[in-house]
């Protein structure tokens, strides 16, 4: 394991979602701040929120490689740096070293580059702090696909091994159902006890497809915790091992039927 913590910023909590291309910049603000007074080594990824999620909506684009409108693809991506660059830019304002990153950089010939993934530790060893964001990416033969934050997430927990793992969200964690919400404090593998429809614009897969990618990190053996990133001192809690409001999906052990 090393010892790097991997957060998802969620795009509902950098964005505004049902404002086309708004970020919430108070939040953005907070968190970076947060992250700049933990000062443990971090690794970043963050989704599209109203900024991606709306331009691929649009263009009717989602996470299977397609020959999708070139003027599409283009604006996903503008849309996606320009977010990258808002919270580099607060990153950086909050005196940390933040380093923007597109996940085109980790494909090849449509695989996966493992030596880019592994580069990122020495990224985080000189106290940089690389920001990785879902993207329009492409796979092979003009086909491109959204790879999204979640899934990215991942990849970078399977290839890094982080000793801790937050994915943020704009609730206070995984409920048991939406009519009451009453919090799951503790997530199991495998799950019976949720049910959930997400009624979101999300063309990635909005909370079932977090919870699959955070059981498939707890099947790692790494504990996965699902925050409010609203409230960015639930969030710093988290990052300094202190107990706070949210879900956790705790490791799966190999023997214990993951
Ligand atoms: C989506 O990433 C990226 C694009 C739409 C290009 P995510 O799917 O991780 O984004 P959020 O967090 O759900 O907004």
Known sequence: MTQISLIKLGGSVITVKDRALTPNIKSIEELSRVFAKCGDPLIVIHGGGSFGHYWSV???MHTKPELYDPR???VV???MVALNQIIVKSMSDAGLAPYGISPISFFEDGKVNVT???ELVEFTRRGIVPVIFGDMVHIREGRFSIVSGDSLMTRVATHLMPSRVIFTVNVDGIYKDMKNKKLV??????????SFKDSSI????GMGRKISEA???ARLGIDVNIVNGLDAERVFD????VEAKGTLIPAISNKGGG
């Open 215 to 217: 059981f498939e990190i």
């Open 77 to 79: 991506h503008e849309s």
């Open 238 to 241: 988290i990052l300094r091992g």
């Open 202 to 205: 999300d063309v990635t897969g």
């Open 58 to 60: 649009k263009y009717d």
């Open 116 to 118: 880019k993934f592994n």
């Open 72 to 74: 599409g693809i283009s």
């Open 185 to 194: 404090k503790v997530l199991n593998f495998p799950t019976s006890d949720i």
